[in-house]
């Protein structure tokens, strides 16, 4: 039996701290494809591939090539002409360019094993966001828990199905299709119901959306981990099975604490007030601040209630109705919720595609062009042993520092939800002064939102204006820089964008609005293909001109903060005449008494 909104409100925080931990196993771990690749071609998928002329693909490739006699090696070596003395009897002898094939771990490996691999790849990572609004649209209709159940369900069969693969890999490799498909499509399951549970947490939900998107962009480092494991000796099909049962608790987790229902956001309902009104003459449900709203207003008509006339009263289904009751049958209906199109024709969303579609652009062409950046700042060949070794260990710190995303994510979600606890809903309350002036509370929430993510934004855009200056610069050195800025950027506007939509929209628009955006800047970084072309061929290999194209297209991303301003201005304008129209109305109703006027 699925628990109630109230029962997961009690366990929110182990739902927040699971779901954390839940995000770095099982998310979007297929971004760590590069300590994949080696374990799946180590352990010989596709290798049939690569059979010398004359092989079948069902002989046995997991046969180490023997190791030749000593004296076989002559045949390594070139002509007696290029040998070279080095004194006290040592002569070099250059090898003989290998033509034969490479092996790896006892198989085969080769140019068409990556290229069919890497094509399984590009199937489950497109999963990752063309998946994302379909998802959403469903999220948004019937919760979460379904979802998440299917998610975890399909992640550990796609761990099952790779060791099966691994067993008989000559003729299973295809499973690594099915597989990967499996993983991507599980992986964005999780990731998105993950991000619904912050409504549970009030003025503090940007922060924990943050940590959800920051778990979700460290789970790169979730195969490089495995991958440690399976250097040690630990066998590939037993790892799998483990996570696999792994994937079966979240299954448990996500069955026993998470509710049938969708979060509501916390201007919606406070998970601890439910009441029906069905005795006074209607069935409306109202729970939390709504029920608050509705008792101040009956009150409130209550004090005036004399002066109304008998035939005045509402009637329903043939009743009349108390004063009580009218008040909340008109205040009871719903607010209608924009729909989802005209939501995206929004200004603020529009602008925050083409901020988010930019940034995405830029960071996937700075990891696709990496190893070119890296080759061409070592001033050497990146197969020979030096330069080789340096590129490895700086890759190592690229990977390394992904852990970045989840540690500095909270600080884009604080910005996100700074001083939102000293504000109101724009609620006005009235002083018990001689003169009856009202009052606010606080400052305006809706208002406080748009101004938290003004700043968030600002940040983010100027962190990435830094991480373009820092990319121009050829220096090996400063490249590390440029590591901490792209992955802090890279969380920071995943954040930021979340937090913005959770600020602005409704709720129940959070999964669509988000998975649109993913679909469209997944799309728009396709780009990085022939950036990263014309910089192979008509730059010869330098990313320089490219690198100064996107910082200058970097510069669209302050659209988004500037048109933030107007709407501010435009926020706190409707403000303040709202204020101006009580003050008028205190002033025509000539008396002090706050119950006089509503």
């Not at 607010?335 to 595609?353: M, V």
């Not at 990435?464 to 610069?473: A, K, R």
């Not at 901490?484 to 628009?509: D, K, N």
């Amino acid at each position: 039996m699925p628990p109630t909104l109230a029962s997961a409100f009690a366990r929110r925080w182990w739902m927040a701290v699971t779901a954390i931990i839940e995000n770095l196993l099982f998310s979007a771990v297929l971004l760590g494809w590069g300590s994949l690749l080696i374990m799946l071609k180590s352990e010989g998928f596709y290798s049939y591939l690569c059979n010398e002329e004359g092989n079948s693909s069902s002989s046995n490739l997991s046969q180490i090539l023997a190791t030749p006699a000593p004296y076989d090696y002559a045949d390594y070596y070139e002509s007696e002409d290029t040998v070279v003395g080095l004194g006290d009897g040592v002569e070099m002898r250059p090898l003989v360019p290998a033509d034969g094939p490479l092996q790896m771990n006892g198989w085969l490996i080769c140019k068409d094993q990556d290229e069919m691999l890497n094509l399984a790849f590009t199937v489950g990572s497109f999963l990752l966001s063309a998946i994302t609004l379909p998802l959403g649209i469903v999220m948004d209709k019937y919760g979460p828990r379904k979802l998440r159940l299917l998610g975890s369900t399909c992640f550990g069969l796609s761990c099952l199905l790779i060791a099966y693969g691994a067993y008989q890999p000559n003729e299973l490799s295809v499973l690594i299709f099915i597989a990967l498909t499996f993983n991507g499509f599980g992986g964005m399951c999780m990731t998105f119901t993950s991000l619904t549970l912050p409504n549970m947490f009030g003025d503090l939900r940007s922060t924990f959306i943050a940590l959800m998107i920051g778990s979700y962009a460290s789970s790169a480092v979730t195969f490089p981990g495995v991958k440690v494991i399976y250097d040690l000796g630990v066998s590939f099909i037993t790892i799998l099975v483990v996570w696999a049962a792994c994937a079966g608790l979240v299954f448990l987790n996500c069955f026993f604490n998470w509710p049938l229902e969708p979060f509501p956001g916390p201007e919606d309902m406070d998970y601890t007030v439910k009441i029906k009104f069905s005795w006074l003459g209607f069935d409306h449900k109202i729970t939390g601040k709504q029920f608050y709203r509705q008792v101040t207003t009956v009150g409130r008509r209550l004090s005036v209630g004399n002066s109304l006339k008998e035939n005045e009263l509402a009637v329903k289904d043939g009743n009349k109705l108390c004063l009580s009751t009218m008040d909340l049958e008109m205040d009871c209906k719903p607010q209608e919720t924009p729909s989802f199109f005209k939501t995206i024709a929004t200004p603020i969303f529009l602008l925050s595609l083409v901020t988010m579609c930019i940034t995405q652009l830029r960071l996937l062409f700075y990891m696709g062009a990496m190893n070119s950046v890296l080759e061409s700042l070592t001033d050497g060949d990146l197969n020979t042993g030096p330069s080789f070794c340096l590129m490895s260990l700086y890759s190592s710190i690229f990977g390394v520092l992904q852990l970045l995303c989840l540690m500095t994510t909270p600080v884009i979600g604080q910005i996100m939800d700074w001083k939102l606890k000293e504000c109101d809903d724009g609620e006005e309350t009235k002083t018990s002064g001689n003169n009856g002036q009202i009052k606010k509370k606080g400052r305006d929430k809706k208002t406080q939102k748009v101004t938290n993510a003004l700043r968030a934004f600002i940040l983010t855009n100027l962190l990435l204006v830094g991480f373009g200056i820092t990319s121009l610069v050829p220096n090996l050195q400063l490249q590390i820089v440029s590591f901490i800025l792209h992955t802090v950027v890279r969380g920071f506007i995943h954040s930021a964008v979340g937090g913005l939509y959770a600020a602005v929209y409704p709720s129940s628009l959070f999964g669509s609005l988000t998975g649109m955006q993913s679909l469209v800047s997944a799309v728009f970084a396709l780009l990085q293909q022939p950036l990263f072309l014309a910089m192979m061929g008509p730059l010869e290999g330098d990313p320089f001109w490219v690198n100064i194209g996107l910082l200058a297209l970097s510069m669209l991303g302050f659209l988004l903060p500037l048109y933030l301003i107007c709407y501010r201005r435009t926020l706190l304008k409707e403000q303040q005449e709202k204020e101006d129209n009580a003050k008028i109305y205190i002033k025509i109703n000539g008396t002090n008494i706050p119950e006089a006027y509503v």
